[in-house]
């Protein structure tokens, strides 16, 4: 076998050259990594609280395909990968899938959405970190002074954000949504010993009793709970007219149908729910005690607003759902949206998306568009939150060719006016069409 040979001198000249290539592709390599911009994006998928991701993943293909896997932040082309993690519906959960998305994926954003026993986890995570953070569908209150925050002194925040409803936008709506039936303004409040439960009984049952309505609480109680014979009997005997509750979706198709059975679904004519109540499975699980049901909406079909992560309308958005799952739309598929929306408006706004500081800057000065409407972290209430409005709605039995056996339409429009009421409000009455 013939074998080549070279001058010692030579031997060390390829040595040198060949290391100074190696050393040459290292930051070429790292460069590469460098233009990729990774956004986390937690959600529950599963559990108790699956209800609210079952759409998320349509929203997130939507988003990718309109994204085309890059997107434009100071000038400089980044390709963009989306990584995303479900809680199985808990607030452990939800904290280790952040730590991994942190410490393992290196992402430079996370995304989470619904409800503070997601959104609050992981955005502890990521405020420890240094990560910035975005998240929605949770009572702002909920996240922010759930966290630690105190009315009236500065946002202990840097580096986390949010945009949802608060307690104003449910005793806004509220007022005018029981307005429309006539009652004794008599209000029963079931709400658990959670985030949700705390921030709606320290804010909105004084909102209410300012507003002319008569509280009756009846105190906190655990989630998962199966016996509510106490709280049920506690409503018929004070007469309460409006009921008003903010449990796990599960929670409440136990109490309702408990309430049917003890005859206090027969005296109540306002059932207003939030948390559960938003999606038409629960509705049609629960037959015929779901007709005239009442909820607040975040985001419905008939919004007069557009997607720009995705390039659709709220129509489209709905109708592509359905097309691609057979089901229902639902209201958390707006919400989905309107995250990416935000998100990706403040990534085109920032000057450099991969400098954490400079991100989170953009978030805190982020005004646009959504899916859900304005989305303005200049307008306060406080530094790292801004609300969204809400709408409204009551569930009634559909029409013919609907994929559900409930419609969802909205009656009440005070609290977000750029949307226009579908229909009017009727008293609720157990079982009647």
């Known amino acids: 076998m013939n074998r080549t040979h070279f001058p010692i001198g030579r031997r060390r000249l390829l040595q040198a050259g060949l290391a100074g290539a190696a050393a040459t592709a290292l930051p070429l390599r790292a460069q590469t990594q460098g233009d990729t911009l990774r956004i986390g994006f937690v959600s529950p998928m599963s559990g108790p609280l699956g209800i609210f991701g079952e759409g998320d993943g349509h929203v997130l293909d939507l988003v990718r395909a309109a994204a085309g896997g890059s997107v434009t932040a100071g000038g400089k082309r980044l390709k963009l990968e989306f990584i995303h993690k479900d809680t199985q519906s808990n607030p452990v959960r939800a904290a280790q899938v952040a730590k991994e998305l942190v410490n393992a994926d290196k992402v430079d954003l996370v995304l989470s959405t619904s409800t503070p026993e997601t959104v609050n986890p992981v955005a502890d995570v990521c405020e420890a970190a240094g990560i910035p953070a975005l998240s929605t569908t949770s009572p702002w209150e909920a996240f922010y002074f759930g966290r630690g925050a105190k009315p009236g002194e500065p946002s202990p925040f840097k580096w986390t954000y949010h945009f949802s409803f608060g307690v104003g936008n449910f005793a806004r709506l509220y007022a005018d949504q029981w307005s429309k ?8 409040m079931l709400l658990p010993a959670d985030a949700d439960g705390n921030a709606i009984r320290g804010l909105l049952v004084p909102a209410l009793q300012k507003a002319g309505f008569t509280v009756v609480d009846a105190g906190p109680y655990q989630n998962g709970v199966a016996d509510f014979s106490a709280q049920i009997q506690l409503f018929k005997k004070e007469g309460v007219e409006i009921f008003n509750t903010f449990p796990f979706p ?92 935000a998100a990706l408006a403040a990534v085109r706004a920032c000057p ?82």
């Not at 039936?181 to 209000?187: E, R």
């Not at 198709?253 to 038409?280: D, P, Y």
């Not at 009656?411 to 579908?422: E, F, L, M, S, W």
Request: proline residues 4%; charged residues 20%; positive net charge.
């Open 181 to 188: 039936v006539a009652t004794n303004k008599k209000v029963g």
């Open 250 to 341: 599960p929670d409440f198709a136990v109490f309702w149908r408990q309430a049917a059975q003890r005859g206090l679904a027969q005296q109540v004519k306002i059932v207003q729910m939030a948390k559960a109540g938003l999606f038409a499975a629960e509705l049609d699980a629960l037959g015929a005690l779901g007709h005239g049901l009442h909820a607040g909406a975040y985001w419905h079909r008939s919004f007069p607003f557009s997607s720009p992560a995705t390039g659709l309308t709220c129509a489209q958005l709905a109708d592509s759902y359905e097309k691609a799952s057979g089901k229902p739309w639902n209201q958390q598929l707006g919400a989905t949206a309107s995250l990416f929306d």
């Open 352 to 433: 450099d998306a991969k400098d954490r500081a400079a991100m989170a800057k953009s978030l805190a000065t982020l005004k646009t568009e959504t899916a859900v409407g304005l989305v303005d972290f200049t307008a306060g209430p406080v530094a790292n939150c801004t609300p969204t409005g809400l709408v409204g709605v009551q569930w009634v039995r559909a029409k013919p060719g609907s994929k559900a056996k409930f419609d969802i339409e909205i009656v009440a429009n005070a609290d977000h006016p750029r949307v226009q009421t579908t229909a009017r409000m009727t008293a609720y009455a157990m079982g009647k069409a």
